[in-house]
């Protein structure tokens, strides 16, 4: 797929980070893959714990960094599986941990490390965030969409967003 737009922002805080995944998952209607890029500390996880809250994750439960357990699902409007494939070696890998079924099933699946898998082995629709870090708590974000759906999602959010 070519031609696709990008959108971009600044945040200033984590509090923006968190804040624009909450108004992102606030708008989210179904199921859909959202991958995100980005260095070790540069908010994939704090974006994450925002789009919980936009999908109302209760408040009670702690989102961390699924480093370990590679996938931890959350109860919310839309069930929310947050992946990390850091330790992930290949696609063969990606099918022992049920990754196919899970872009299969109805839910939210946001994938922090997206270069651990062949290009060819990722949903045709969906969202690409690259988040680069500019200075101690200054991150540029980079949101692109694949697909009708996805791209209205971006434009929406990023068109309504304004930070606290
Ligand atoms: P990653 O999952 O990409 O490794 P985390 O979300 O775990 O990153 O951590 C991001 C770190 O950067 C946190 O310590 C957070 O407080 C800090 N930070 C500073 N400014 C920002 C910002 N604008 N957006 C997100 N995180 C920020
Ligand atoms: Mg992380």
Known sequence: ??????????????????????????????????????????????????????????????????????????????????????????????ESIGLWELFDAQGVVAVEWEERLDKSDWPETGLRIELHIEADDKRRIQIIGYGLDSDNLIRETVENWNPR
């Open 1 to 94: 797929m070519g031609g696709e737009m990008t959108y971009e922002l600044t945040t200033r805080t984590p509090e923006e980070t968190h804040d624009l995944g909450r108004q992102l998952g606030r708008r989210i209607q179904s199921g859909l893959t959202i991958r995100l890029n980005g260095d070790l500390g540069s908010g994939k996880t704090c974006f994450v714990q925002g789009l919980a809250r936009g999908l109302e994750v209760p408040e009670g439960y702690d989102i961390t960094s699924p480093t370990y357990a590679l996938i931890h699902e959350y109860t919310g409007r839309i069930p929310l599986y947050h992946v990390d494939l850091y330790r992930l070696r290949g696609s063969m890998d990606a």
